[in-house]
């Protein structure tokens, strides 16, 4: 994947994610604090700061003030890594489609083959939009649902509603499986009637009700 046009901050957060994935970096590891890591990765403290932030928004390390980042999550990592080279190919193939528009020495063929390369990778929140309704609940710092995993919930049983995406910082996981947790923060996307919005809202935000 040739990333060299892309955001410093995505490449290094795609980089260190890959790597905690694969396992050079086991659940506990202390990482260098991050003006250690900006040295090493040879990138300004606010762009390692940025790929952090990614990593730390989905849980895949800790940042804990003076002392360094911590690794969270081997498995946050590798959906991490997977979500951060969709965007990555996304941005590839929106740069071929600006390039062919600005040299305009393209043929019709090669246009309309980026055209439909980048039309079939849109992201979740422009394509989903279209086809479902666009419910979603924003769980609270003091829920009781936070830390539960989807399956330990039965949110289908107690809601009638069915999750198929949960948002978290910068980062929408699509379809998440059973063992997905949810954190403080995160907004809930799901389908269903529009009667059983006040039933998720209830489920997830008891406190709040």
Not at 39 to 68: H, N
Not at 96 to 103: C, G, S, V
Not at 109 to 124: G, K
Not at 173 to 190: Q, T
Request: with cysteine; net charge negative.
């Amino acid at each position: 994947m040739s990333a060299d046009t892309f955001p410093q901050y995505i490449r290094i957060a795609y980089f260190l994610a890959s790597r905690i994935a694969e396992g050079d970096f086991p659940i506990g590891k202390r990482l260098s604090g991050r003006s250690k890591l900006s040295s090493e990765y040879q990138v300004s403290p606010e762009t390692m700061r940025r790929a952090l932030q990614i990593l730390a928004d989905m849980k895949v390390v800790e940042v804990k003030g003076q002392s360094g980042v911590y690794v969270l999550s081997t498995d946050n990592a590798r959906r991490c890594a997977e979500n951060l080279e969709e965007q990555l190919d996304r941005r590839e193939k929106a740069a071929k489609l600006r390039h062919l528009l600005e040299e305009h020495d393209e043929t019709g063929r090669r246009i309309l083959e980026v055209c439909t390369e980048v039309l079939e990778s849109e992201t979740f929140s422009t394509v989903a939009e279209q086809r479902l309704p666009n419910y979603q609940v924003r769980i609270s710092e003091d829920s009781d649902k936070i830390g539960r995993s989807l399956a330990s919930l039965q949110f289908w049983q107690a809601t009638g509603a069915t999750i198929v995406a949960i948002r978290r910082g910068y980062n929408t996981m699509i379809s998440p499986g059973p063992h997905a947790e949810l954190y403080g923060g995160d907004y809930v996307i799901f389908v269903g009637a529009p009667d059983v919005v006040d039933k998720v809202k209830a489920f997830l935000n008891p406190e709040d009700c």
